[in-house]
């Protein structure tokens, strides 16, 4: 069976410093995976995805960005962390169609 | 572009009680359906999905959603609400294929139950 993990769980940084979340998944291979990011009591927003290795498409501009150095591995990074990033982090994975299946998610507080 | 609307942001209803959460969505053609719970802190856990085929859906912990066409929804229903029920819930819709598989969520519904 697929799985797919988060971390760190939770995360509290200082404005200004950089950023590295990770996402992996286990048990299928060549996922679509995506990043998700929640403000508190707000919806989800997609940040990033990937259909693959080294390909990645990003939905809305800011001071993140992701990576894909493994075909099931998935990096979000900033250099400087602002105050607005802090939120909840999900991470998915999918087939080429069909529903998307939820990592555990990371929660990032910027201080 | 495809859109959902969860027109109910929250919703109180007593253990024991039947639940209807709204889900109304906007797509081109046949679209992919999906409701996601979501507990305090944690991921977005499947319910159920339609792909295709019989309209009437079940899921797991006793959900169920029927996709109306003719009305462009998609409701969850469950004919006997518990405690444990108490949780963020998510409409989202797909379409039958593209690169990258998107799928657009509703804003979410909050369902609470009183004792």
């Known amino acids: 069976s697929q799985t797919i993990h988060q971390w760190p769980a939770t995360l509290v940084q200082p404005v200004g410093s950089p950023l590295s979340l990770e996402c992996t998944v286990e048990g299928t291979s060549n996922p679509n995976l995506y990043w998700y990011r929640q403000a508190a009591g707000r919806g989800l927003q997609l940040l990033f995805y990937?259909?693959?290795?080294?390909?990645i498409s990003s939905e809305v501009p800011q001071n993140l960005s992701a990576s894909r150095p493994q075909d099931r591995q998935f990096i979000l990074s900033s250099k400087k962390l602002l105050l607005s990033d802090s939120g909840f982090y999900l991470c998915?994975?999918?087939?080429?169609?069909?529903?998307?299946?939820f990592g555990p998610g990371t929660r990032l507080t910027v201080t | 572009a495809q859109s959902v609307t969860q027109p109910d942001i929250h919703i109180t209803v007593s253990e024991g009680a039947s639940l209807e959460l709204r889900c109304n969505y906007s797509y081109g053609a046949t679209p992919y359906l999906f409701w996601y719970v979501q507990s305090p802190g944690q991921g977005l856990q499947l319910l159920l999905k339609?792909?295709?085929?019989?309209?009437l859906v079940q899921g797991i912990k006793g959900f169920e959603a029927e996709f109306k066409r003719s009305q462009s929804s998609f409701n969850l229903r469950k004919p006997s609400v518990h405690w444990s029920d108490a949780a963020e819930y998510f409409c989202?819709?797909?379409?039958?294929?593209?690169?990258?598989?998107?799928?657009?969520f509703g804003g979410g519904t909050r369902l609470m139950v009183k004792p």
């Open positions: 339609y792909f295709s085929g019989d309209t």
């Open positions: 989202a819709v797909g379409p039958s294929y593209n690169a990258g598989n998107m799928l657009t």
């Open positions: 990937s259909v693959g290795i080294g390909q």
């Open positions: 998915a994975w999918s087939h080429q169609v069909g529903e998307q299946y």
